[in-house]
């Protein structure tokens, strides 16, 4: 077996590899002044299982992750297992008017061409993966959450009803609570948000979403939360995009991790572990 890491996962790559026993696979990859990108692998394929771990944020990184797919098929190679960890376009899965792109849709057909499974973290949306024809999985990044908040949390929140099943999961690894935030418009300009049913006062709190982009929802959630009565509030995502200003707007937040799904100095936890075990 054979790992290729694209140059926006090398982190993940590399800790894959170490869980895997195996050794990353020689590449040369460079990028030019005008913005396009050179791949190359070192070593011969022929007759290997291949694994390529490259993430889809921002734009470049999908097209450097097909050069990748298109040079490792040069070889006769037994299989390829692209793990894409954040599958970037999942938001636009629909269209809503005439003559628009379905984008979800574009990048998953583009993406099995060359391969035999793709494999992804927490996608946005899964219906996306309807999208595919050939195996696809998205994995769950609750385990990792679990791992790193152990003996730091007593309670797991997702900011919404629809992130409340990694929530649950995460606690109950954890042994913890585990809720939702439910928002609460009090006029035009005043969205109040607490959990559903819990009491946070005096607790250690970890707000847990798949992706943190501009923060808004999380710097909302964690001053109520503290004003609330919170002791410790931690903010952790799967998918790290941090838009623009977005540490600045946290300043209320203890802690905010991600995942190396999207690598950043913020990716404290990694997947790898969940990964691995696909290939057990």
Known sequence: MKIIRGSASRRLAGELAKVLG?????????????GEAYVRILEDLTGEKVILVQTTHPDENIVELFLWQDAINEYEIDSLVTITPYFGYARQDKAFNPGEAISARAIAERMELFSDEVITIDIHNKQVLDYFDKPVASLSAA????????????????????????AREASEILGCDFD????????AET????????????????????????GGTVALAAKQLKEQGAVEIRAACTHGLFAGNVFDKLYDCNEVVATDTVESDASKIS?????ANIFG
């Open 271 to 275: 997947v790898a572990e969940e990964i």
């Open 180 to 187: 939702y935030l439910e928002k609460t418009r009090l006029n």
């Open 22 to 34: 195996l050794e990353l696979t020689k590449t040369e990859f460079q990028r030019f002044p005008d």
């Open 191 to 214: 969205v109040e948000m607490q959990p559903k049913t819990l009491s946070v006062e005096g607790k250690r709190v970890a707000i847990v979403d798949d992706i943190i982009s501009t």
């Open 143 to 166: 385990p990792a959450f679990a791992r790193y908040f152990r003996g730091k949390v007593d309670v797991i929140l997702s900011p919404d009803k629809g992130g409340m099943e990694r």
